[in-house]
């Protein structure tokens, strides 16, 4: 990075110390409930054409840290070989450099895939992959937006700009997961949800955040209303829409209302058939409706399918480790025994600190007649 720029938003102890010795510029400002109005004053100092930025519990390694300069020279290099061939005064050429490309290269960011580890105790190393826009144009129009969950991808779009897909992954590894930890966070964000909510009552992305936030606090019947409310005002292109529609599945289904859940997960495949998070409550639910053969053929298919590209906060697990060892399960119910140990199998070699896999695989084993001594 050609300069670190670091917001202190009250810090008690040596932070902003700590990071001006390691050569970030510490600004200091007081913290008002709002994520957008902190990450645009960072912004506010940022001299160079290209901002990425992290959260202060985040984590890069060097190997995708070194992708970041390669994206910026291409795009950089791309839009200055255009530029220089632009005719006009110099005040032309000025307000052209201070306006987002027209031309061929119009990508004003790049999206990234944030992992979040998830809690468990059973050796579960899963993680939730949300696609963020992490590295993006220093242009004046663009801004965050939003009091909590902020997003600049809505002022990209304003701008007339795109944004591309990279490979590259950031993992939020400093989050506090336990019990104490999570109850707090869930507390501070509604309390901010709800400044929002007062100010901009109908927006769609608030309304999302207030169901998914009460739908983590358990809070199931008040979540499902605001994600209704969310799902009635948003438009077919929204990025939370799939997870909107997932999200209240699973609240129906905490709740015992199975038949509503089902009519939820249709209507939200009706309009997003290829939705891995939809097609695995599906197979879910009809595993837990007896239906085994359908449960086997929706796994089978979910595990399969080529998903498209398109914004997503999901558990990357779905269609991986977890729905085989579903499936696996599934097998072993219906006494295909085989196949049940091929999949845990696969699990174990994936995730080999999944307990429950290794469960299930020696219970197959003993099942088969088969121990560890003749078996590899």
């Known amino acids: 990075m050609d300069e670190m720029i670091v917001v202190d938003t009250g810090s008690k102890d040596r932070t902003p110390e700590i990071a001006a010795g390691l050569g970030a510029k510490v600004f200091h400002f007081p913290w008002c409930d709002d994520f957008s109005a902190a990450r645009n004053e960072s912004i506010r100092h940022a001299l160079s054409q290209w901002i990425f930025w992290m959260d202060t519990d985040d984590t890069i390694d060097e190997e995708n840290a070194r992708k970041i300069p390669e994206l910026v020279s291409s795009q950089s290099s791309e839009v200055r070989d255009q530029r220089s061939a632009v ?75 795109a944004v591309a897909w990279t490979d590259i992954f950031v993992v939020h590894s400093g989050a506090d997961q336990s019990p104490e930890g999570r109850a707090r966070k869930i507390d501070r964000d509604l309390r901010i949800l709800n400044l929002e909510c007062g100010e901009r009552p109908d927006h769609p992305f608030t309304l999302f955040n207030l169901g998914m936030t009460l739908a983590e606090a358990s809070r199931h019947e008040e979540a499902i209303g605001f994600l209704w409310q969310s799902i009635g005002r948003s438009g077919a292109d929204d990025s939370h829409l799939r997870k909107a529609f997932a999200l209240l599945v699973s609240s129906y289904r905490l709740l015992g209302r199975h038949v509503t859940a089902w009519e939820a997960c249709l209507k939200g495949l009706k309009q997003f058939p290829d939705d891995p998070e939809l097609r695995f409550r599906q197979a879910c639910m009809l595993r837990d409706c007896g239906n085994l053969p359908d449960a086997v053929r929706a796994f089978e298919d979910l595990i399969a399918c080529q998903n498209g590209r398109h914004l997503s906060s999901v558990d990357r697990g ?52 088969k121990t560890p001594s003749n078996t590899q």
């Open 87 to 161: 005719r006009g005064s110099a005040s032309q050429r000025a307000t052209l450099n201070s306006q987002p490309s027209t031309l061929s290269s119009s990508v004003l960011g790049f999206l990234m895939k944030v992992q979040c580890p998830t809690a468990s105790d059973n050796g579960d190393a899963g993680f939730i992959e949300v696609d963020q826009v992490k590295l993006f144009r220093n242009l004046p129009q663009l801004r965050f937006e939003g009091r909590i969950h902020e997003q600049i991808l809505m002022a990209i779009r304003r701008a007339g700009g």
């Open 318 to 369: 779905l269609k991986g480790y977890r729905a085989r060892h579903i499936l696996a399960g599934i097998y072993a119910e219906l006494g295909e025994f085989a196949k049940a140990e091929d999949l845990w199998r696969q699990v174990n070699r994936d995730v080999p600190s999944f307990s429950p896999a290794r469960r299930g695989l020696g219970d197959v084993l003993v099942r088969q007649g």
